[in-house]
């Protein structure tokens, strides 16, 4: 099983949605961060389970509109609304001090 490495920003990503939802569903937002730990799990044990968005980086859908990104080799880059243009999530997913 490959160890699934989160940047500080994907992180960042995680705290700032899981507080968001939090602060109105406190239960729906403990339910979103277990589906966060499946799906890195599942990452780990399959780690080409999610297809290929844009090369290099695959995505794998979340509830709530919202999408992972990884990059290589099993780095979360991300969690970007998938509504955004796909040049935009792009772009954010390349440029290292967006946050």
Not at 10 to 31: G, L, M, N, S
Not at 50 to 71: D, N, Q, V
Request: net charge positive.
């Amino acid at each position: 099983m490959l160890e699934v490495v989160w940047t500080r920003r994907a992180e960042d990503h995680v705290q700032r949605i899981f507080a968001k939802i939090d602060e109105y569903w406190p239960h729906t937002a403990e339910a979103w961060l277990a589906e966060i730990g499946k799906r890195a799990e599942l990452l780990a044990r399959f780690p080409e389970i999610t297809p290929i968005w844009r090369s290099p980086y695959r995505c794998s859908k979340l509830r709530r509109g919202l999408g992972l990104f990884e990059g290589r080799q099993l780095v979360v880059s991300g969690i970007i609304p998938l509504r955004m243009d796909p040049a935009t999530i792009f772009r954010r997913l390349e440029d290292e001090d967006w946050i």
